[in-house]
């Protein structure tokens, strides 16, 4: 399972997270809702631990890892906008972390399957619309068999049509899956649909929910009074 | 009329083509069929052309390998010593007299520390050649590669350590070949820079017809000697050299890209 216990970070003198915790179990899709400028892709950053938090702690499965390197980490991280590498094919792209030992073969057919990519396996990334892009990204950080999920809005570069097909995908997908997520959103039908739970960011500070209109409602309401540290 | 405003606009053409494009036209126009016969036929020529474009190449193949390594700096230790000295250091030879950066050359691997390579340390060779070359033309590979990086986006970089990778296998792997076009763009803007170096080249390389002379010293040499229509000829062919490579460069970087690259 994943805990992050009050993190607190800063880009230089701006502050964006004060004390932000959350614990998420195995299996368990936890959306974060915020404002733009929240820090939810911070928050996931420094789970990934691309950054490191000024305060507090990131525990995966027991160990904590506040420490440690992204490549120490295994964690399956899914970028703002679906970062593929430009140079390989999907298949490549898919496959890359059996490069450091992760991952294995025989997973592929079942991801290229379960997300419908089988036609597209020796294309290019820049080849790809934005849907099927989300998707390789998605099926590239299954594949590494990590042991959390991040996924930072996913789908903000899919047109709506496709978005309620992907979204079913990414749920199963995400099922499949035991390891814990956290989920990033802008868009409440799809909090609904793909999350367990549900994590509000405001200034700086987390608050939790068991459904998306009280995540909703926490928002309107604005900055919590009495909480957080 | 031409108002205050219009000045500048209306001065540019008369400017540019008065003193850039027509001493080029000049070349041309006093190029003649027994200079190029000269030239041609003259077997120091071919020595100085060979030369020049085998050390352009050697200069800008160590520059961009050299820029990769600095890459990797730039992208994971911009806070260390050495990156800031060397990132500093690349704008130096733009404003540094190549005389003078032919002169450190010179002293540095010439007789004083390297006189156990032969009289004159590596002086004199075509070695130092290439490396006065590499001197001069590594900063434009260098900034080649840091514009390159600014389109490559730390994602990669993020999403391939995540994925396992060190830093350095992800800068190996992912941002290495994403930089392709980048790395090819900063070999030819070393190159034509190689191609048209002459202080550096001379100071340290020397100017000897047949073993370290390049077309830059060769067209010097012939006009010192007189020889003025050898050397318009010679220079007319440097100029198609270089304006083959700088139209190389703009159709792989798109319109400016010398400039950009330098500024
Ligand atoms: N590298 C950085 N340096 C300085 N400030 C940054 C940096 N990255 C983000 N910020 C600032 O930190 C704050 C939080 O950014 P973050 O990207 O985490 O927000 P977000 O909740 O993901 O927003 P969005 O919904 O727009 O994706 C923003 O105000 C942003 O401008
Ligand atoms: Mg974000």
Redesign the pocket.
């Known amino acids: 399972m994943l805990k992050v216990e009050n993190v607190h970070f800063s ?2 003198d ?1 502050t ?1 997270l004060r004390g932000v915790s959350l614990d998420v179990e195995p299996g368990e899709v936890r959306v974060i809702l ?10 996931l ?1 420094i789970v990934a631990g691309i950054l490191r938090p000024d305060r507090g702690r990131v525990v995966i499965d027991g160990e904590d890892v506040t420490d440690r390197p992204p490549e120490d980490r295994r964690v399956g991280y899914v970028p ?1 906008h679906p970062t593929l590498f430009p140079h390989l094919t999907v298949k490549d792209n898919i496959t890359y972390s059996l490069r450091n030992g992760r991952g294995d073969p025989d997973q592929l057919d079942e991801l290229v399957e379960m997300l419908e990519l089988g036609e597209h396996l020796d294309r290019r990334p820049d080849e790809l619309s934005g849907g099927y892009q989300s998707r390789v990204a998605l099926a590239r950080a299954l594949f590494s068999d990590p042991r959390v999920l991040l996924l ?2 996913p789908l903000s570069d899919v047109d709506l049509a496709a978005k309620r097909d992907l979204v079913k995908r990414f749920r199963r997908a995400l099922r499949r899956s035991d390891a814990p997520a956290l989920y ?1 959103t ?1 868009d409440p039908w799809e909090a609904e649909r793909v999350g367990d739970s549900y994590t509000v ?1 405001l200034d700086g500070r987390s608050v939790d929910a068991d459904t998306v209109d009280e995540a909703l409602e926490r928002l309107r309401r604005g900055a919590p009074v009495g909480e957080g540290s | 009329m031409i108002g205050r405003y219009e000045l500048l606009s209306a001065l540019f053409p008369p400017l540019f083509f008065l003193f850039i494009a027509f001493p080029l036209v000049a070349l041309v126009l006093n190029l003649t069929p027994r200079g190029l016969a000269q030239a041609f036929g003259d077997p120091y020529f071919w020595s100085a052309t060979f030369n020049t474009i085998l050390c352009a190449a050697a200069a800008a193949v160590m520059g961009v390998a050299t820029a990769v390594g600095f890459g990797y700096y730039h992208l994971f230790k911009r806070d260390s010593v050495i990156y800031r000295i060397a990132d500093f250091l690349n704008d130096l030879p733009v404003a540094l007299p190549h005389t003078v950066a032919g002169l450190a050359l010179l002293l540095a691997f010439g007789r004083r520390y390297f006189w156990w390579l032969g009289e004159n340390g590596l002086a004199f060779t075509l070695v130092a050649v290439t490396l006065a070359m590499f001197f001069v033309s590594y900063p434009l590979a260098a900034r080649a590669v840091q514009a390159g990086l600014e389109e490559v986006g730390r994602d990669l970089v993020e999403v391939a350590r995540t994925l396992g990778d060190t830093p350095a296998q992800a800068y190996a792997r992912v941002v290495v070949p994403a930089l392709r076009e980048a790395l090819l763009g900063g070999f030819l803007l070393a190159f034509s820079r190689s191609l048209s170096e002459f202080a550096a080249v001379i100071m340290f390389g020397g100017n000897l017809p047949g073993k370290t002379q390049v077309l830059a010293s060769y067209v010097f040499t012939r006009v010192e000697a007189g020889d003025l229509e050898a050397a318009v000829a010679a220079s007319v062919f440097c100029m198609a050299l270089s304006l083959a490579v700088v139209a190389l460069v703009r159709s792989l970087t798109g319109a400016g890209g010398l400039q950009r690259a330098q500024g």
């Open positions: 880009y230089g701006r964006v915020g404002p733009n400028g929240s820090g939810k892709s911070t928050l950053r703002q930072d809005e990033v802008h960011l």
